[in-house]
């Protein structure tokens, strides 16, 4: 979804990661969240704890870390000024899904259906969802020409991550297959919505 790392040491680093990430999501899979610790994520990896820690802060980032939000930023930056900034959301994403590989989407489908079905990273992925705010304000009150901070950017960023928001489950049940292409797709569904007033009845 990004330009792969040139330099030699981008590429191990890149690898590094890659590799800290890949193995912390077969143990959360294999032995549970909880009871897999920051020293057995090293090991598998064949790294040290500390280089655990250089790339990712605690081990509930591994699968936190949101690797989509920088990339539908920039697609929202360069969306042409003129495009209202929902608008300019929605088409953001509808590139970013297009440009997803399988691999990205597997990857995707399986840090989806851990954050869903650990609470506690369910309820860290909706802290979360503040400094999700923070960069889509950010962008919008850019494009705008309005300064950091803008309260209606804000608004209009806040309004845009609730109705992204309403398409997680209700119930809090987890599906079995994951995020799927129908996901997004509700998402551009309740950002349509969103642009056309909040319209109530059956869609």
Known sequence: M???PTGLRERKKAKTRAAIRENAMRLFEEQGF???TVEQIAEA?????STFFRYFP???DVI???DVDAVLVEGIRTQPPEVPPVEAIRAAMRAVVSEMSPETWEFER??????LGVPELRARMLQQMTGSIDLIAGVIAERAGLPAGDFSARVA???AIGAMLSVLPADGMVPAEGVTLGDYQRIEQALTLLQQG???GPR
């Open 157 to 159: 960023a806040g309004a």
């Open 58 to 60: 605690a081990k509930e």
């Open 64 to 66: 936190l870390v949101d």
């Open 2 to 4: 990004t330009a792969p």
């Open 110 to 115: 399986r840090r989806q259906l851990l954050v």
């Open 45 to 49: 990896a064949e790294v040290s704890p």
């Open 198 to 200: 909040l319209p109530l």
């Open 34 to 36: 909880a009871a897999t």
